[in-house]
């Protein structure tokens, strides 16, 4: 029977939410949001590639013919696309009432990198690649990550059919460490550091690392789980403390902890890990807190939403309403309540429609940066 990661899914709508912060803070000026944890919670990004690689590796570990191999493309896509097609058309109009708007409104970055290569390489999901000379994130700008997401899906796919045989099966660890390393090693190679940080310019190597980082996560939790669950929940609940601190000094430090970004992966490792056990304290008021499931739920819509919300809401507070930056301090409720309720449309709407729950199948498809859990 599969397990479902309650508490690992509400991290990824909390994280999602800083997200929107850390997007939010260009906009604003006051110290609930400018601050030193928001301004590098860009790195919650990295959780969401490892995540992915945990729970899609528990989802699909199984899979071992081409047939299924199709329908893992198939619902990575159904999953992924139709929420980031719909967003890319809406800031395509929002761009083309900025052209027509920009004589009557103060208009930011009216000449950007929104353009026909950007929107091009955003449409085929290449934005995480350096093509077409692109020399700044575009469009909507967290789509980059879903781009490093199906690069990802494309070698954990072909590469578990590979493996997927009686005699190499047990070889998944080697074969998930060779492709960490090859990705760690190229991207070293190619940025001449170890800072992770990229998005358009070598975003999938960003999201390959993460991916297969989070997959040899899951490896561990299976080799150990039947131990770890019969260890008491005092040690875990003090193990949760120490890596919810641990993720929160690591954020609120990310100035000196970004040149060696590499250092986040394993953070992340030792979080998800612990947390996948839910038998800790924080653990249990997490799941407690119904609304907190909820922002879990809608995590993949807030995440694709808000950079248009933000950019909207901006327009109409500060451009229109006059209200001062400083105002944020509050305004920041009212965007982030606006953000959720239309992830709420867009979760039912869109993301909800492209995909079957068949209760027969017991699996029960979600995402943050696109994760699945099975239920």
């Not at 590098?40 to 191999?69: C, P, Q, R, W």
């Not at 430090?253 to 924080?282: A, D, N, Q, R, W």
């Not at 653990?283 to 808000?306: A, C, E, F, N």
């Not at 950019?311 to 507070?317: D, E, G, K, Q, T």
Request: with cysteine; charged share 15%; glycine share 6%.
């Amino acid at each position: 029977m599969k397990y479902r990661f309650q508490v690992l899914d509400i991290f990824r709508g909390l994280f999602a939410s800083f997200v929107f912060l850390y997007h939010l803070s260009a906009f604003s000026q006051t110290a609930i949001i400018n601050n030193g944890f928001v301004y590098n919670s860009d790195m919650f990004v990295d959780f969401f590639f490892v995540l992915s690689g945990f729970v899609i590796g528990y989802s699909y570990e199984h899979l071992a013919s081409t047939k299924e191999l199709g329908k893992f493309f198939k619902k990575r896509v159904l999953r992924i696309y139709p929420l980031h097609f719909v967003m890319l058309l809406a800031f395509l109009m929002m761009e083309v009432a900025k052209h027509l708007l920009a004589n009557k409104i103060h208009v930011n970055n009216l000449h950007s990198e929104n353009n026909l290569y950007t929107f091009i390489s955003s449409l085929f999901l290449l934005n995480s690649f350096p093509v077409f000379h692109v020399k700044d994130v575009s469009w909507n700008i967290p789509s980059w990550s879903i781009s490093a997401e199906m690069a990802a899906y494309f070698i954990f796919g072909w590469l578990l059919l590979a493996i997927n045989k009686p005699k190499f099966y047990k070889m998944r660890a080697v074969a998930y460490s060779i492709i960490l390393l090859l990705a760690t090693f190229s991207f070293i190679y190619i940025t001449k550091g170890i800072k992770l940080n990229y998005t358009f310019d070598y975003g999938f190597l960003r999201g390959i690392i993460g991916f297969f980082t989070g997959l040899l996560c899951l490896l561990f939790f299976l080799r150990t789980k039947e131990f770890m669950f019969k260890v008491s929940g005092v040690f875990f609940s003090v193990a949760e403390t120490v890596a919810l601190v641990l993720v929160c000094l690591s954020i609120y430090y990310g100035t000196l902890l970004k040149p060696v970004g590499l250092i986040y992966e394993l953070i992340f490792f030792l979080c998800i890990y612990i947390f996948s056990f839910e038998k800790g304290f924080i653990s249990g008021g997490m799941k407690k807190i119904k609304v907190l499931g909820k922002v879990g739920k809608y995590s993949y819509s807030i995440y694709m939403t808000h950079a248009l919300l933000i950019s909207l809401f901006n327009v109409l507070f500060i451009r229109i309403l006059k209200f001062p930056p400083t105002a944020y301090s509050y305004l920041f409720i009212l965007n982030y309540l606006l953000i959720y309720f239309v992830s709420s449309l867009t979760y039912k709407h869109i993301e909800l429609k492209f995909y079957s729950q068949k209760r027969s199948d017991k699996r029960i498809l979600t995402t943050a940066a696109t994760d699945s859990y099975s239920n």
